[in-house]
């Protein structure tokens, strides 16, 4: 056996030759027209891309190069906490105390959104008055939704469920709005 071989192998066994993953961004075109982002994890770009695309072909979608349908989101810092943290009006205020953009309350809990640049000022401002949140990190919103008719609505959610459901795939994100009708139909 070659000395490169053995060498390889102690390496690899200590840890030094440890896997790589990359963070991947794929974009498409879904089924209504909505424009969706996928964010992926992944040690094999070409296995993590084949997918992806598959998935959108599948349901009626295609993948689109990258940028092509970033432009109609924004991607900003989003710190999230309980609803039992305070009254909504209380937490608009130190929205503003913290240099938030945005705080959005609603039955879930209250949301806080800032550029990319003001993020890790704004969190650690909230952190010191409220503790640590729910949920920290950079998420794409859309800037505008589009209403998406009931039969393409069923293989939109199929199309986001499949992609959920990959190992590689840690967020989708999407501009649609999907019917009562429907989501009563999905939910029963």
Do not use: C
Request: hydrophobic share 40%; charged share 25%; no cysteine.
């Amino acid at each position: 056996m070659p000395k490169d071989n053995i060498e390889r192998a102690i390496k690899k066994g200590q840890g030094g030759d440890a896997e790589n993953y990359d963070e991947v961004r794929y974009e498409g075109r879904g089924p209504g027209g909505v424009a969706l982002i996928v964010e992926a994890l992944t040690d094999n770009r070409n296995r993590t891309s084949a997918d992806v695309r598959s998935t959108f072909s599948k349901y009626g979608g295609e993948m689109v190069a990258n940028n092509s349908v970033a432009f109609l989101f924004s991607h900003v810092g989003q710190v999230i906490y309980p609803k039992d943290k305070g009254s909504d009006d209380a937490m608009l205020e130190l929205a503003l105390d913290v240099g938030a953009d945005e705080a959005v309350s609603t039955e879930e809990g209250h949301e806080f959104l800032t550029g990319i640049d003001g993020f890790i000022a704004m969190r650690d401002a909230l952190e010191a008055k409220l503790g640590a949140p729910s949920s920290a990190g950079f998420v794409w919103r859309p800037q505008n939704t589009v209403s998406v008719p009931d039969a393409a609505g069923e293989n939109l959610v199929k199309l986001i469920e499949t992609l959920d459901d990959h190992d590689d795939i840690q967020h989708v994100y999407g501009n649609y709005e999907l019917s009562d009708a429907l989501m009563a139909k999905l939910a029963g």
